[in-house]
């Protein structure tokens, strides 16, 4: 299906009009904010990311030093 719209495409406009409809494209997809949810409850972005990361780190810290009481 993909490679058939692209030959439409490819035989339908000229070489010029082609490149000018996919640099409108690319700046349509430059403005657009895309987000990421997840079920629809929270988003999820570099913040929620990075607090994951440092959680984690923080629970292997804790974790490592309680084994390494114990011996």
Known sequence: MKQKI?????ISFPKRLQI????LFS???LDE?????ACGVF?????LL???VGA???YLIIV???????K
């Open 64 to 70: 490592f030093q309680m084994d390494n009481d114990n």
């Open 33 to 37: 904010e895309v987000e990421f949810w």
């Open 50 to 52: 990075f607090s994951m």
């Open 27 to 29: 700046m349509q997809l």
């Open 20 to 23: 000018l409809t996919i640099q």
């Open 56 to 58: 984690i780190t923080s």
């Open 43 to 47: 988003i999820i972005n570099e913040t």
């Open 6 to 10: 692209q030959q439409i495409f490819c």
